[in-house]
Every structure is written in C-alpha cells, then in structure tokens.
C-alpha cells in the first residue's frame, strides 16, 4: 500500500493527522496484471502445437440433411377443386405423377431410389371452404401413386 509518510514534526495536519491522500493506489493493479501476464505466457504455447498426428478415419457416416419438404395445395373456390403441387397448378388426374417428379426434385439424395421416394412425406393443405371429401379425394390420388406418409397442415393460430 502506498501512502505519504511526514518527518516528525511535520504532520501536514490538525494534532498529528495525516492529510487526506487522492491519489489512486496502482501496486494492486499491478499485482492483477502481473499474475494475467504469467498465466497467458504459460497458456500461449498450449494453444499452438506443433506435433503433426495421424488420426484415424471416423467410421460414422455424416448424417443426410433432410429433403426440402413438397406441398400439395387444394383450393376450392366454387367451381370445383383445383390442386396446386408446391406452386403448379396439377390436373387431379396427374397429381400423383406430378407430386412423385416434385418429390424426386426436392430430395436429391434419393438420386432414383423409388422406395425412398415414396417414402418422403407429403404435406397436405387445403383452405377452409374445402370440403373434407375432396381433401380425402387428393390423399387417395397420392396413395394410388405409393406415397404412404401424407401429413395434414393447418394454420398456426399462435401467432
């Protein structure tokens, strides 16, 4: 600690006192500094290593990012249903040819693997004045085709 220490007989202050001292005591900063300055100069050569090692090859396969999901829209809007497949308007009657392309574009990890195709989900919407029997008119066409993971959407009310 530092301080200001007076001869005798100088006390600089009433009866003896000493005067108040402003300015800031630096030796405990010091000493903090000091001991972050070893620390980093003990730490600094571990983070660099020089040693070249041979590692073995990892025998787990990466995971398969997941295909980018295909969406089968229905509309109705009063003279009859219309089926969208992501954003083409699709005849009922080629919907599932058209659905398998789409699925086929939107997982390129399948690269002509039918089954796995066939096994990639498909997501139904349908607006709200659609009735249910055209929604189960669709699924069937989808089903006909051998997609057998059809997924109904609705609107997310949280919001």
């Known amino acids: 600690m530092g301080g200001k220490v007076a001869a005798p007989g100088h006390g600089g202050g009433k009866r003896g006192r000493l005067d108040v001292n402003a300015e800031p005591n630096v030796i405990p900063f010091i000493d903090v500094m000091l001991v972050l ?31 980018k999901p295909t969406w089968v829209s229905v509309t109705d809007d009063g003279t009859g249903i219309r089926t969208y497949v992501m954003n083409d308007e699709v005849p009922m009657e080629n919907l599932g040819p ?17 089954q796995e195709i066939l096994d990639q989900r498909v997501y139904i919407r349908a607006q709200t004045e659609t009735q249910y029997k055209n929604v189960m008119r669709v699924m069937n066409r989808l089903q006909d085709r051998g997609f057998t993971k059809i997924a109904l959407v609705a609107e997310d009310r949280r919001r």
């Not at 070893?38 to 295909?67: E, G, N």
């Not at 058209?98 to 039918?114: H, I, K, R």
């Open 37 to 67: 300055l070893i620390i980093f100069m003990v730490a600094a050569p571990i983070a660099t290593v020089d040693i070249q090692v041979d590692l073995p090859k990892s025998k787990i396969l990466p995971s398969k990012r997941p295909p």
């Open 98 to 114: 058209a659905t398998f392309d789409a699925v086929t574009l939107n997982t390129p990890s399948a690269q002509g693997d039918e």
